[in-house]
């Protein structure tokens, strides 16, 4: 029997899907931002930027199709226990307790309130109503996971190409401005300060949780292969990417050459909405609610799916379908009753276990050479959670004085990645365990 594959264009449509769920507000509005900071650094900074905002999610794709499971797979490695609780707080971190809420609280912040009065915006209404459609929408797209390659890659994907190469050529052809000197940080250390910067998007935990949805769309098109499957992953990891990269150097590039025409402002959402009306007019209003509006609904129907289809594999008493109105229910909930104290308890979660995460997707690609031993991922997860959970608790303002005094001769510690150090350590401490009991048997 012939083994099913995928066509070029089958195999596109699944990049392009993959690209439109990566590509949520914050991925929209940062570029803008950096351009505007980076003044004529912009080629070392967004070059940072793309390594960590681009590179890392293409990591995280890779190695779930490399494991050709889900994030639970590769965490498993380590003990099954800590596999299904590391998991389960990645899914609902960036799940229904933050990731999901905040799509339609974004959109409706960015795409929908300046449209509306003063009195209208003071009002509970108007969010309350929005969230109800935003989410019945994500439901209505997240009701059969077979069907998100077909509604998002040739639905909502070319809409978001579209309005967003309408702001980008426009702004190529009739620039607003000069390019100017940069600011700050950027000044003297622009590539490091934007790879920091790309590193917090978070992105990297979304390629964890969106490749479960990116294989199981794979599979309901009759591919079975294990290769296969992990070749179109590993392909719409890339057109994922790509997309990604030329979103962000058309962004960056009305970042930088926006200030004369709207001046320095101090986040990349007021940029774009300004950028868009200098060059469109108010039609240009228009043009970047769309962007924010499909990219938000995107990225909540992908959250959405996964974490449903992650819930039923552990809990299958409760159907795909049933937790699809659960996590769309109460994220319509969260979003209109206290997404800013979530927000206060969900980032420094997010900065504990990101950094996790990351050790765990670059150990996936080489552990083989320590034949999976469980204790050296153990060792090198360990020495990175101490550090990462303290940085999260500091951002609560929960401080440990003398923690924090020692932490401060870590290499990289005022920047935010200490962990990196004591991960590189407890990897190559593990390594050499695994060597000498290999050579001792």
Not at 264 to 279: E, W
Request: net charge positive; with cysteine; glycine share 10%.
């Amino acid at each position: 029997m012939q083994k099913r594959t995928l066509s070029l264009s089958e195999s596109i449509t699944v990049g392009l899907m993959l690209f439109a769920l990566f590509l949520g507000a914050g991925n929209i509005i940062f570029p803008p931002y950096l351009g505007q900071l980076a003044g004529d650094n912009i080629v070392p900074a967004i070059i940072g930027f793309l390594l960590t905002g681009v590179g890392l999610p293409l990591l995280g794709i890779l190695a779930i199709a490399k494991a050709g499971g889900d994030l639970q797979t590769i965490a498993g490695r380590v003990h099954p226990v800590f596999g299904l609780i590391f998991t389960s707080i990645v899914y609902l971190a960036i799940g229904p307790f933050f990731g999901i809420p905040r799509t339609a609280t974004v959109s409706f912040e960015i795409g929908i309130a300046p449209f509306l009065s003063s009195t209208a915006n003071s009002s509970f209404w108007p969010l309350f109503i929005f969230t109800i459609i935003f989410f019945t929408t994500t439901v209505l797209f997240s009701i059969n996971p077979s069907k998100l390659v077909d509604r998002i890659g040739k639905i909502l994907t070319p809409i978001l190409i579209l309005v967003i190469g309408l702001l980008a050529v426009k702004s190529l052809l009739t620039p607003m401005g000069e390019i100017n000197k940069p600011i700050g940080n950027y000044k003297t250390d622009a590539f490091f300060e934007s790879f920091l910067q790309g590193y917090l998007t978070m992105d990297a935990i979304a390629a964890l949780v969106f490749g479960i949805v990116i294989i199981e769309a794979i599979r309901s098109k009759g591919v079975e292969d294990k290769n296969s499957i992990l070749k179109t992953t590993a392909f719409a990891g890339f057109i994922a990417a790509a997309g990604l990269g030329l979103v962000y150097l058309s962004l960056s590039y009305i970042g930088v050459t926006s200030v004369d025409a709207v001046g320095l402002q101090d986040n990349g959402g007021a940029i774009i909405a300004m950028a868009s009306r200098v060059l469109y007019g108010e039609m240009g209003g228009l043009i970047i609610a769309a962007a924010i509006l499909f990219a938000c609904l995107s990225t909540s129907i992908g959250l959405v799916a996964a974490t449903a289809q992650f819930s039923h594999k552990i809990f299958p008493r409760l159907s795909y379908l049933t937790y699809v109105f659960i996590y769309a229910g109460f994220s319509t909930i969260i979003a209109n009753a206290g997404l800013t104290q979530l927000i206060a308890i969900s980032l420094p979660v997010l900065l504990a276990i990101y950094p996790i995460a990351i050790v765990l997707v670059v150990l996936s690609f080489f552990d083989r050479s320590f034949d999976r031993k469980p204790y050296v991922y153990a060792l090198a997860l360990s020495l990175t959670a101490i550090i990462s959970i303290f940085d999260g608790l500091r951002s609560a303002g929960i401080s440990f004085n003398g923690i924090d005094r020692a932490f401060q001769f870590l290499p990289l510690h005022a920047q935010g990645i200490g962990w990196i150090v004591p991960a590189i350590a407890g990897t190559l401490i593990g390594i050499v365990i695994a060597r000498l009991d290999k050579r001792n048997n």
